[in-house]
Nanobody
Framework: QVQLVESGGGLVQPGGSLRLSCAASGLPYSYYVMTWYRQAPGKERELVTRIGAIGRDTNYADSVKGRFAISRGDAKNTWNLKMNRLKPDDTAIYYC?????WGQGTQVTVSS
């Protein structure tokens, strides 16, 4: 049974930083394309960033370019999302996704 679990969300002031993590279990292989999405209240889910299977190729939504960085974790089938210079508009539930599998999401709130 495949399971994706996000962690690291919380409340942070504007300009602050957070690091989200996604850990996948039950996957048969070691290399997967992983995508972070987010969904703000009243808005559609949007792609934030994606990393290729071996961690070399990344792309980012324009709204987070230069502030967020996705990477593979040290442990097998783990990924990190470092978020810097956070803005109130970054407030959302953040989800990790691999193919048909989704995590339950972690809440990020940026507020003073």
């Amino acid at each position: 049974q495949v399971q994706l679990v996000e962690s690291g969300g919380g409340l942070v002031q504007p300009g602050g930083s957070l690091r989200l993590s996604c850990a996948a279990s039950g996957l048969p292989y070691s290399y997967y394309v992983m995508t972070w999405y987010r969904q703000a209240p009243g808005k559609e889910r949007e792609l934030v960033t994606r990393i290729g299977a071996i961690g070399r190729d990344t792309n980012y939504a324009d709204s987070v370019k230069g502030r967020f960085a996705i990477s593979r974790g040290d442990a097998k089938n783990t990924w990190n999302l470092k978020m810097n210079r956070l803005k109130p508009d970054d407030t959302a539930i953040y989800y990790c996704n691999i193919g048909e599998y989704w995590g339950q999401g972690t809440q990020v709130t940026v507020s003073s």
